[in-house]
């Protein structure tokens, strides 16, 4: 028996795998949805209203994909708490949940003696994904599919929040960039809570391009007061108003973020997780200290499966994919990245049609996870995400 727990403001979301019925408190409820439209989930025949008792069998489906499925109300953190100590006691069962959620369920009660009590079946920090050469093997660890938001130019997350929805049933996260193409966005950090708000994870995407050292430690201090734990660290495009602040580095970022681990400012939070880019050539030694790796975007499995073979990194390593959406897109890409080699001929097919690059990108992504090479895939999937999430839901 499994459970992984995800927790956040509001709403607390479980992927739940039980042998019984769990009787639910009156003032918390199932629904389906994000914050701004909650529809109670329906009870299964034979639910006795009168004690709340949900159907395992309905508990299991509404509750197994992380698709904006949680348990609201004034009485959520008690049942969930509840349903934890439950699922504990249980033979051959496990659970799988951050530090920073288990003190905000048990609003730091979650102690020492408690945590003895429970272990090991309660596992409250990353586990290793990789060894060997590329890891373990394809049966042993999971694909992820990091999926990238276009972030809002406007004070306005409706936007987000329907690309959220529609790309949950394949998403494993959300990356969210930050001020990309150099144009001003909705802060990073803001948007990987409102993802983590609707019941998936979020990485925040942070430039050393905009920021000082007093305006980054305030940005840690604003993900770790939000609960935004993953970060992927980024140099930036050139800024279309303004310069570069030029105090920071992406190694740097490293380093003050692994340093608040202690700051007793950070007393209480998860460790920060923080991921960095690499092009198809040799990785620096200083990245290797990162907990993840994205690489360049390529159009070419070749290249992707070349550089895996050349590089030894023991952190997951995340292929880049983007759907080509335009000749014109293709051309504005060629300039900006020199050596990305989009093949001609997927120029040509979208000229024709519209649909050849979603379906270039999902084959891509296909072929990556049969690789076996890379732990998963960021994927940029433009303005097309409603095409490519309604393929990847069927194939992955």
């Known amino acids: 028996m499994t459970m992984g727990v995800g927790a956040c403001t509001g709403v607390v979301l479980l992927m739940v795998w039980l042998s019984r019925g769990i009787a639910q408190r009156r003032d918390a409820q199932l629904v389906r949805g994000c914050k701004s439209r909650l529809a109670p989930v329906p009870r299964a025949a034979g639910t006795d209203p009168k004690t709340n008792l949900y159907d395992v069998a309905s ?61 090991p079946e309660a596992q409250a920090q990353p586990v290793p994904l990789m060894n060997g050469r590329y890891g373990l093997g394809m049966h042993d660890r999971r694909f992820e599919l990091v999926c990238e938001i276009e972030p809002p130019t406007r004070p306005d997350l409706k936007r987000v929040r329907h690309q959220i929805g529609v790309m949950s049933p394949i998403a494993d996260s959300f990356l969210i960039p930050d001020n990309h193409i150099g144009r001003a966005t909705v802060s990073s950090v803001a948007v990987a809570h409102e993802v983590q708000a609707m019941g998936a994870r979020g990485i925040a995407c942070l430039n050393s391009r905009d920021r000082n050292l007093l305006g980054f430690r305030r940005d840690l201090l604003t993900a770790a007061a939000y609960g935004v734990e993953r970060f992927l660290f980024v140099y930036g495009d050139k800024p279309s108003a303004g310069g570069r602040t030029s105090e920071l580095t992406v190694r740097a970022m490293i380093e003050e973020a692994r340093s608040a681990a202690e700051d007793p400012a950070f007393n209480g939070c998860a460790p920060f997780q923080v991921g960095v880019t690499s092009g198809l050539r040799p990785v620096p030694a200083w990245k290797s200290a990162a907990d993840f790796v994205f690489v360049q975007v390529s159009y ?73 090479a890379f732990d998963g895939v960021h994927l940029v999937p433009v303005s097309r995400y409603r095409q490519v999430a309604a393929r990847l839901e069927i194939e992955l």
């Open 59 to 119: 508990v299991v489906v509404a509750l197994a994909p992380l698709t904006g499925v949680g348990i609201v109300g004034a009485g959520a953190n008690a049942y969930v708490r509840a349903l934890l100590v439950e699922v504990l006691t249980r033979d051959s069962s496990r659970v799988v949940i951050s530090r920073n959620e288990l003190h905000r369920l048990f609003e730091g009660d979650f102690d020492e003696g408690l945590q003895r009590a429970l272990a």
């Open 300 to 372: 070419s499995i070749e290249n992707l499966l070349r550089w895996r073979e050349s590089v030894d990194l023991g952190v997951p390593v995340y292929a880049g994919v983007m759907v080509l959406a335009s000749a014109g897109m293709a051309r504005n890409l060629a300039a900006a990245i020199p050596d990305i080699n989009i093949p001609d001929q997927l120029v040509v097919d979208v000229e024709r049609d519209r649909d050849a690059g979603v379906n270039a990108a999902c084959e891509q992504i296909l072929a990556i996870r049969d690789s076996g």
